[in-house]
């Protein structure tokens, strides 16, 4: 046919283009992933949490592959924590914005009710998918 395919040279060059090209790649499906769930196309049970996590270690086949899972985990991690939910960097980050529009201190009083309620959202979220997690193992 015609067509012939190089495989690319294994070098530190070559290493940082791919891993950034790859890390743009799963940012992207993360962001995906998220319209996906806040529009509802997915389900709040097809989340994973620490359990589901550590299960996907145990399956990981290689050094390679257990490597990649941890990247894939700490982009989500990065990725979660700018959402805009109390209690979160994001949360903090809508705070300031509402700040700076204001051009007023928000008082720490109302700041601490803002944060307590995002922190209860992010332990019931926790809970209610570990215990899916937990579920699906059994």
Do not use: C
């Not at 283009?17 to 799963?26: I, K, M, R």
């Not at 979160?88 to 529009?101: P, T």
Request: net charge negative.
């Amino acid at each position: 046919m015609g067509v012939e395919v190089e495989q690319a040279q294994r070098n530190f060059k070559n290493n940082v283009y791919y891993g950034f090209w790859e890390t743009v790649e799963f940012l992207n499906s993360t962001k995906d992933g998220l319209i996906m769930l806040l529009t509802g196309n997915v389900s709040i049970d097809q989340m994973t949490g620490p359990v589901g996590i550590s299960e996907m270690v145990v399956q990981t086949s290689g050094i390679h592959d257990f490597v990649y899972l941890l990247a894939v985990v700490s982009l989500s991690l990065g990725v979660t924590n700018l959402l805009p939910i109390p209690a979160l960097d994001g949360g903090k980050i809508v705070i300031l914005i509402i700040e700076a529009i204001r051009k007023k201190k928000m008082s720490e009083e109302m700041e601490l009710k803002i944060q307590s309620i995002g922190f209860t959202f992010l332990i019931l979220l926790s809970l209610y998918v570990s215990f899916n997690d937990i579920t699906r193992l059994f």
